[in-house]
């Protein structure tokens, strides 16, 4: 980038310039669940922590 280009990129953000940043809707939110049936999700950490006990499960299992 010209000096002039930077200096025009600095005035908008870096970050909108190049489109580094989005928004994510969380009104959404469906994942598979561990029997592979689609369920819907109130939240992130719901999806987290559902994800969390079926690793650990796992994790148990590989250290038997």
Same mark, same amino acid.
């Given at each position: 980038?010209?000096?002039?280009?930077?200096?025009?990129?600095?005035?908008?953000?870096?970050?909108?310039?190049?489109?580094?940043?989005?928004?994510?809707? *969380?009104?959404?939110?469906?994942?598979?669940? %561990? $029997?592979?049936?689609? +369920? !819907?999700?109130?939240?992130?950490?719901?999806? *987290?922590?559902?994800?969390?006990?079926?690793? %650990? $499960?796992?994790?148990? +299992? !590989?250290?038997?």
């Amino acid at each position: 980038m010209t000096p002039e280009q930077m200096a025009n990129a600095e005035k908008e953000t870096i970050e909108k310039k190049f489109k580094l940043t989005t928004s994510v809707s *969380l009104t959404n939110m469906v994942c598979f669940d %561990k $029997e592979g049936r689609i +369920k !819907r999700y109130e939240s992130p950490e719901q999806i *987290l922590q559902e994800f969390f006990e079926i690793r %650990k $499960e796992y994790y148990q +299992k !590989r250290k038997v």
